[in-house]
């Protein structure tokens, strides 16, 4: 079955950086687009960056400039690099596998990012 696995939470001050990782397995990585998504308390979850099976990007207004998607293929894990934290940053992140036609089929139990001010 398929398995993502995130890593690379932590608590970090405003300004500062974190690089997630979101590693998969039991799929065939390199032919599904992949997703962060971020969820805060009394908020619903909301999609952070996407990248396609071929590179392309996509990312929330909020974040634009700030965080960077990238995947590596030969080890089948996806990555997003927080630049510039702000407090509004802080959330679980979760890494999710898109299907085409369903969407988010296959999601990881989450990596906390907490930022301070």
Known sequence: QVQLVESGG???QAGGSLRLSCAASGTIFGINAMGWYRQSPG???ELVARISRD???NYADSV???FTIS???TKNTV???MNSLKPEDTAVYYCARIHPIHGPDYWGRGTQ???SS
């Open 79 to 81: 990555y997003l690099q």
């Open 55 to 57: 590179g392309r990007t």
């Open 43 to 45: 908020k619903q979850r």
């Open 113 to 115: 990012v907490t930022v």
């Open 64 to 66: 634009q400039g700030r």
């Open 71 to 73: 995947r590596d293929n």
């Open 10 to 12: 932590g608590l970090v």
